[in-house]
């Protein structure tokens, strides 16, 4: 099935640096979320996205919702230990009866 | 608990075996959801229940994919005849009602098949 492309596949982070990522479709879509992973568990959700355009915080975390529809950005302010995971970007068309397409990850490394 | 329980954590069959997995979702949610994770992957769509019924079954692989939610609540993914391809992690989630994009997730079975 389709997976949206993420960047970077993996990075690597000292402690208190800010970190960015994105993902990117080939196709639109109205709905944006942001998910975390850790091993062994299933993905929580982070950020939701509902408009082109938008700007949304979640404490140390931001995204945006890109204006073409077909990206999205997150950003990780001061990175802590905790942050250490997978970031999947989702994707969500109303006419696809609430059928989330993920991406194929980005996975966190922070080193103290 | 008050999240998405699936059992069992892990399952190891052998090639050409019958196995079922369970999951739990949250209390009144009405939406239910199956996901595949292959290894380094992201989640992909398999199947999509609103109360006992199948809304959106597309992401089913082939028919030796089955999935029942006879109750509106606890859903079954069946996999017949398995194969070696079929090992992934199976994630379930749910959701308040299909309108609502906020899915919450159960922490997996790992299917193993040998």
């Known amino acids: 099935g389709q997976q949206l492309n993420q960047s970077p596949q993996s990075m690597f982070i000292q402690e208190g640096e800010d970190v960015s990522m994105n993902c990117t479709s080939s196709s639109i879509f109205n709905t944006w979320l942001w998910y975390k992973q850790d091993p062994g568990e299933g993905p929580v959700l982070l950020i939701a996205?509902?408009?082109?355009?938008e700007l949304t915080s979640n404490g140390r975390l931001t995204a945006q919702f890109g204006i073409t529809r077909k990206d999205s950005f997150l950003n990780i302010s001061a990175s802590i230990p905790s942050d250490v995971g997978i970031y999947f970007c989702a994707g969500h068309n109303t006419g696809t009866a609430s059928k989330l397409t993920f991406g194929t990850g980005t996975r966190l490394q922070v080193t103290l | 608990g008050a999240g998405v329980s699936q059992t069992p954590s892990n399952k190891v069959t052998e090639k050409g075996k019958y196995v079922e997995l369970r999951c739990d979702p949250i209390?009144?949610?009405?939406?239910l959801y199956w996901y595949r994770q292959s290894l380094g992957q992201g989640p992909e769509f398999l199947i999509y229940?609103?109360?006992?019924?199948?809304?959106?079954d597309s992401g089913l692989p082939n028919d030796r994919f089955f999935a029942v939610r006879p109750e509106g609540s606890v859903s079954t993914l069946k996999i017949q005849r398995t194969e070696r391809g079929d090992s992934a992690v199976y994630l379930c989630?749910?959701?308040?009602?299909?309108?609502?994009?906020?899915?919450?997730f159960g922490p997996g079975t790992r299917l193993t098949v040998l």
């Open positions: 996205l509902y408009k082109a355009g």
């Open positions: 229940f609103q109360g006992t019924g199948a809304a959106d």
């Open positions: 989630a749910s959701s308040f009602s299909p309108g609502t994009h906020e899915q919450f």
């Open positions: 209390s009144g949610h009405t939406a």
